[in-house]
């Protein structure tokens, strides 16, 4: 309750958490708020302009602009988010398991995390993709690969911390289960650095997936895709640039959302961060979990 009550003090942070569910609310109910068919061409509406039945305008090819971005909104940020649940979720596992029985687990899972982050990541990314083929079921797979690890190394490094406290040591002293300990006493107070560091992995997400989509190795025509709405208005971005406002401002205000809610939840849940006249952004949940990996 009390990290609600911070963010909703913060005006850029409840106004970025607005955003961010009337996105996801929007793309969840997109066939009933779209108002025409995303994908329905009608070439004698080519490059028409915006009106009262498309609002935005007509594409290439006669498509409603608006439509294509309401429906963009699914594999831009929805499927990024079931994405990074799973990315999270597995590192958290092997996180904790890595973090609290050390030993042999932890050489393991190190020695995983070392070889996948080892690779560059968009290198895995396009090798995965040259692979398993474009798609954006591939690029999310892509992700998944790729992120997980480094998921897992810093939440160990969290664990790890909280792990030789006290109150942990006199629980295992007392017989309780391994599992027990690990739910009740190290889930808790881990969850708020796992919070900010999905919450500033959704940014680089969203670019990244749209930077594949522009590319073409991401969703394929012709499905709607913010990063592949860049990529058809190319062609005429001098002629009619207004075509790449749309899919353009859509991505800079949704990852500027998720990074100034990402900003303001590290804040809420490290009062410390907030000095008495201004915030301190200096150094983020992040650097702080690799200082710790180092120092450990």
């Not at 963010?7 to 106004?15: E, S």
């Not at 090798?127 to 160990?156: C, D, P, Q, S, Y």
């Not at 939840?265 to 690799?290: E, H, I, Y």
Request: glycine fraction near 6%.
């Amino acid at each position: 309750m009390r990290v609600v009550k911070n963010l909703w003090k913060d005006k850029l942070a409840a106004a970025s958490f607005l955003v961010i569910m009337v996105t996801i609310t929007a793309g969840i109910a997109a066939p009933l708020i779209a108002p025409n068919d995303p994908n329905e061409v009608n070439m004698n509406l080519r490059y028409a302009a915006s009106s009262w039945e498309y609002l935005l305008g007509n594409d290439h090819l006669g498509r409603c602009i608006l439509s294509r971005l309401i429906y963009g909104i699914r594999p831009s940020v929805l499927w990024v988010l079931v994405a990074l649940f799973i990315s999270v979720f597995i590192g958290a596992v092997l996180g904790f398991a890595a973090g609290y029985f050390r030993g042999k687990t932890d050489a393991l899972v190190m020695r995983m995390c070392d070889t996948m982050l080892s690779f560059p990541g968009y290198v895995m990314a396009l090798a995965i993709v040259g692979i398993l083929g474009v798609g954006l079921e591939n690029i999310l797979i892509a992700f998944i690969l790729i992120k997980w690890a480094w998921f897992a190394r810093l939440i160990r490094t969290s664990v790890m911390q909280y792990a030789e406290q006290g109150y942990v040591k006199f629980a295992k002293a007392s017989g309780i289960s391994d599992f027990k300990i690990i739910y009740q006493h190290i889930v808790p107070v881990t969850l708020s650095d796992i919070a900010v560091l999905s919450s500033s992995s959704i940014g680089s997400m969203v670019l990244q997936i749209s930077g594949f989509s522009f590319l073409g190795l991401g969703i394929q025509a012709p499905n709607a895709e913010w990063g592949m709405m860049l990529n058809e208005a190319r062609e005429t971005m001098l002629t009619k640039p207004e075509l790449m406002l749309a899919p353009a401002f859509a991505i800079i205000i949704v990852v500027s959302a998720f990074n100034f809610l990402s900003d303001a939840l590290q804040v809420a849940l490290d009062p410390k961060l907030v000095t008495s006249k201004k915030r301190s952004f200096g150094t983020n949940a992040k650097n702080k979990l690799q200082e710790k990996e180092v120092a450990s």
